[in-house]
């Protein structure tokens, strides 16, 4: 999620550029979520 800190953190540079940096910009590619209403439900239950 583009607001959360843990985002910000990963795209200050703080964590060296690897494969991260492609799966940060499609997540939903990474992701099986269909299973909840929203990205906010998926990544905090």
């Known amino acids: 999620m583009p607001e959360s800190v843990e985002y ?3 795209q ?4 060296p550029p690897t494969e991260l940096q492609k799966i940060l910009a499609s997540v ?3 992701v ?3 299973d909840f209403e929203s990205w906010e439900q998926f ?3």
């Open 8 to 10: 910000l953190i990963l």
């Open 12 to 15: 200050s540079g703080l964590v």
């Open 28 to 30: 939903s590619d990474y």
């Open 32 to 34: 099986e979520a269909k």
């Open 43 to 45: 990544f905090t239950l």
